[in-house]
């Protein structure tokens, strides 16, 4: 579509490029574990010790290969969070409003990024215990947990 912006025609379009990649070998066996057994695994540095969700080969802080792989619980603390109230569905997994959270799982060392469900908006708060609600249909990617829920 053409139309006069400022004395001059300008066309607006958008362009759906498909694309795929390899997940990675990390990746694919953070999903495959929630996918298959609905476990959540990081890893861990061997120097600093830090256990990082989603899996990290490389360490962030000290650069070291991060080998040790150490099953996550399920639970853990919401860090910080945001309500979104407009609609992207080309980015976006559901029609808004979408709370999304930073969860820290309990054994790991950083903040893991997902959806908040089951909660009144409102109710919302840095610091509440959440719990990972699993999806009944996996696929092997990131919205096999379907959202945290606040527990306790
Ligand atoms: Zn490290």
Redesign the pocket.
């Known amino acids: 579509m053409s139309e006069k912006d400022e004395g001059i025609y300008v066309h607006r379009s958008g362009i759906k490029v498909p694309y795929q990649w390899h997940a990675g070998e990390y990746a694919t066996r953070f999903y495959t574990e929630i996918k298959d057994n609905k476990k959540i695994w990081g890893t861990k540095?061997p120097?600093?010790a830090?256990v990082f969700i989603p899996p990290k080969k490389t360490?962030i802080?000290?650069f070291?290969q991060c080998y040790e792989w150490v099953e996550l619980s399920d639970t853990g603390t919401l860090l910080t969070y945001t309500v979104v109230h407009y609609g992207e569905p080309l980015i976006q997994p559901k029609e808004p409003p979408i709370a999304y959270g930073i969860i820290k799982l309990d054994g790991a060392d950083t903040g893991f990024v997902h959806m908040l469900g089951e909660v009144d908006f409102d109710k919302i708060r840095v610091g509440m215990r959440v719990k990972a609600v699993f999806n009944e249909n996996p696929e092997g990617n990131y919205l096999d947990i379907k959202y945290f829920k606040p527990v306790g």
Do not use: P
């Open positions: 540095c120097d600093c830090k360490c802080e000290c070291k």
